[in-house]
């Protein structure tokens, strides 16, 4: 393709509201423009790239067996209440009526719409397991759309959706996409990981796993054991713990009220009275399923909430707001477990401490030597907080690591949560009713674009992975006016093309450096530049990736070429 006529609409400043690297490179380079908040439209550079992005999805789910089909973006407002998801998915969800008055909704994920459609037409066990999958542009009204494509409101999306007999069948199909995706990724050129997730929205009842692109602008921390595989996202990593020794809380002190003027918080704490955070315990006021509950955790640590809801068995907790935690009976700031008449849960660290430092429910004071079971009462205890730097793997007992990452994969053992709602049964070998087993697939195709170019950019230029590069080859002619210049050039373009190279050609009369400049930022992998020795029939070839230059007559540059793209 000839650049002179193509629409690459470079820029040599990012705009205002960029933050990270891949949203400024990917407007740089003439691959997107922002029509309105988190909504972008693909210009001819960055769609070459959605596509192929695609096409390695595509291929990868035709061989694991999954079968493409095309479902509505606009969804029946009354499939999503059938689910029951209808009010608990939130504000991201798009609604619309119609001018009937009827409700939709533009479609975020297609659960309650494949499931209609299978429980429709897929009665016999014959016809299961079935893996179905669709390459859709999906909705979501995010609060903040952010870092461009990484985060916006109109994405290009694969989901897929399995539906099997039994759970030993979706876990079958569970280790294919499982084994698909990372050979897609890997196509794809991004360096990832697979972490144990929690379903999100999404729900489930089974194993579920995500697949982090690593980079520092990443929205997620993921933690990973540095000897064993153990690796999981923020919300459901576990840290290596063992349980103290039985003590004697008879021999243990009393309480001391002790006075602590202007100390709300651990850190002033920690100062004040020389103590180590963790031998402080947070008293922490959330509120359950609309009611308040009191939530200890050692002074170093976080509250996981995800943690906290399962132990909780609630659908919904939240901090509660400082009005909230007056009206429990708590004085903010000071809070503490003795005398509080509300029910008490403790994570397991803080329950391990022999003894406790707490606030005294009383402006500036606290207490010490707090005993749980004999100065208040502990209704449950549990894993309730973040993985943290300095904790140990649960599985081997070695250091763990922390990483930010970018979710472009998620796979989830969805169970019978959306067949059961909306009756997708089938008929087994004994004629008797069954209930179908769903497994659920998602990829972030559009995000892949961002991902690779945060690992693969310096800030002001990129390289892309030949798998999903816009071309193969950037062909440059120095200048448009020189006639050795431009007939190699010429030639070159035919004999690449004929080689099955795809090639773009800067035949522009432009300055030699703006030709350059757009180069580095539209990050063609391979660079051929026609210059002053073309009349030798000498030409340089410039591996991009590695930083590396060499001068080759125009049949080496050839066979170099093929082999750097056909391997």
């Not at 009393?254 to 100062?271: A, F, H, M, N, R």
């Amino acid at each position: 393709m000839r650049q002179d006529k193509l629409l690459i609409p470079t820029l040599r400043e990012a705009p205002g509201d960029a933050e990270a690297n891949s949203h400024k490179l990917l407007v740089r380079g003439g691959y997107i423009r922002q029509l309105a908040a988190g909504v972008y439209t693909y210009l001819p550079l960055g769609w070459r790239v959605l596509k192929k992005a695609s096409d390695i999805v595509r291929e990868e789910m035709n061989r694991a067996g999954a079968q493409e089909l095309l479902m509505p973006a606009m969804q029946p407002a009354e499939l999503w209440q059938e689910s029951g998801r209808y009010h608990v998915y939130g504000p991201e969800l798009i609604r619309l009526k119609d001018r009937h008055d009827r409700e939709f909704a533009l479609g975020p994920t297609h659960e309650e719409v494949i499931t209609t459609l299978v429980r429709n037409d897929v009665t016999s066990y014959r016809k299961l397991p079935m893996n179905l999958y669709q390459i859709q542009t999906k909705y979501r009204d995010e609060r903040r759309p952010r870092f461009g494509l990484l985060r916006g409101r109109e994405f290009l999306m694969k989901d897929a959706y399995s539906f099997d007999t039994d759970w030993e069948s979706l876990d079958k199909v569970y280790r294919e996409m499982y084994a698909a995706y990372e050979r897609i990724f890997t196509r794809c050129g991004l360096d990832f990981r697979a972490v144990e997730a929690d379903s999100g929205s999404i729900g489930g009842e089974g194993e579920t796993h995500e697949f982090m692109a690593l980079a520092e602008i990443g929205e997620d921390t993921i933690v990973s054991c540095t000897a064993c595989d153990y690796a999981a996202n923020l919300e459901k990593a576990e840290a290596g713990f063992a349980e103290a020794p039985p003590r004697n809380v008879d021999q243990l002190a009393g309480i001391e009220k002790i006075y602590t003027p202007g100390t709300s918080s651990i850190s002033q704490l920690v100062e004040s009275l020389g103590i180590p955070a963790d031998q402080f315990v947070k008293t922490m006021i959330y509120i359950a399923d609309g009611k308040p509950v009191a939530v200890l955790i050692r002074g170093d640590h976080e509250v996981n909430e995800l943690k906290l809801m399962a132990l909780l068995e609630a659908e919904e907790v939240r901090l509660a707001e400082n009005e909230e935690a007056v009206a429990a009976g708590v004085v903010v700031g000071f809070a503490g477990p003795v005398g509080l008449d509300l029910p008490v849960v403790a994570d397991r660290d803080a329950a391990n401490l022999a003894a406790w430092i707490v606030g005294a429910n009383e402006r500036d004071y606290h207490l010490k030597q707090v005993v749980p079971g004999r100065d208040f009462k502990l209704e449950k205890i549990g894993d309730l907080r973040n993985a943290a730097e300095g904790d140990v793997c649960p599985h081997c007992g070695q250091p763990l690591q922390f990483h930010r990452g970018i979710e472009v994969g998620h796979v989830f053992k969805l169970g019978t949560k959306y067949s059961e709602a909306l009756g997708a049964t089938y008929l087994d070998q004994a004629g008797k009713t069954q209930t179908m087993i769903m497994g659920c697939y998602g990829i972030g195709i559009s995000r892949i674009l961002s991902a690779v170019t945060e690992q693969r950019s310096d800030g002001s230029s990129m390289v892309w992975p030949v798998g999903i590069a816009p071309f193969h080859v950037h062909l440059i002619q120095i200048s448009a006016k020189d006639e050795a210049q431009r007939k190699l050039a010429e030639e070159l373009y035919a004999q690449l093309q004929a080689a099955g190279i795809e090639v773009l050609l800067d035949d522009r009369d432009e300055r030699a450096g703006v030709k350059f400049k757009d180069a580095d930022l539209m990050g063609i992998p391979l660079r051929i530049t026609v210059g002053k020795q073309a009349a030798e029939g000498l030409v340089e070839f410039k591996n991009r990736a590695e930083d590396v230059s060499e001068v080759y007559s125009a049949e080496k540059v050839l066979a170099e070429a093929v082999s750097f793209v056909k391997g």
